[in-house]
């Protein structure tokens, strides 16, 4: 896996946002044991909190000490650095294996195999991202621009999947037909910033070329952003199947 969020993990742990309640419900319905649960690829631990009060234990591994470093705690969530397609974990472990917004960067073959290990009979696996966000006509139109013209050539290839919802990404499983998502928040201008500036192709944009390319998109948007703190709307996508073991 690319490690592209480790030199920004402070930031990450920020200003990443966080995931609806209906999202949680939906993929706990399908889940038959509430013994243990893998958040891979945690970064800053944000989806291993919101499944501690569901669960005895949360285990969450991410490719990134630094990420991991940064990320929140909780009683029953214990982290440790591990890449998503080799752990040291026993067979028929998980009752539940979640991603959010990072399988696109994994080796597909490799992750599930592990997963079929690793997870109890019958256990779920929950994968999910989201997609560009939206604020109003005007201001889209001027992050569009940036999102294709700007920073569009520094996107990883991977991005293709998160763009295509995770379509076209194999899914060797029992697959649970998903209701459409999205989850919204009130952002300042400063918060967005924020935001962007996360993005791994700002990242590479910014180490390639010395200088940062939000700052001249937030000075775009800022004649133009009305409201202190408008509604940041994301489109959310889910794949969610039953893992049939060996």
Known sequence: M????????????A?????????YDFILNYVNGREIVWDCATGNGQVARDLAPYFQKVIATDSSAQQIENAVTAQNIEYSVSPAEKTSFPDST??????GQAI????????????????????????????????????????????VNIIGPYWDAERKLVDNHY?????????????????????????????LTTWSSVQKYISKKEVNPVIPLIAKIKPIWVEEKPAINFPLFLRCGRIKNR
């Open 167 to 195: 379509s076209t990404i194999p899914f060797p499983f029992r697959e649970i037909q998903t209701p459409e998502f999205s989850f919204s928040f009130e952002w300042s201008l400063e918060e967005l910033e924020g935001y």
């Open 2 to 13: 690319k490690d592209l969020f480790s030199k920004q993990a402070s930031a990450y742990a």
């Open 15 to 23: 200003f990443r946002p966080t995931y609806p309640k209906e999202l």
């Open 104 to 147: 696109h960067w994994f080796n597909f073959s490799e992750f599930y195999k592990e997963v079929i290990r690793v997870a109890k009979p019958e256990a779920i696996l929950a994968v999910w991202g989201y997609g560009l966000l939206k604020i109003n006509p005007m201001i889209d139109k001027v992050i569009s621009d940036f999102y």
């Open 94 to 99: 998980f009752d539940l294996i979640t991603v």
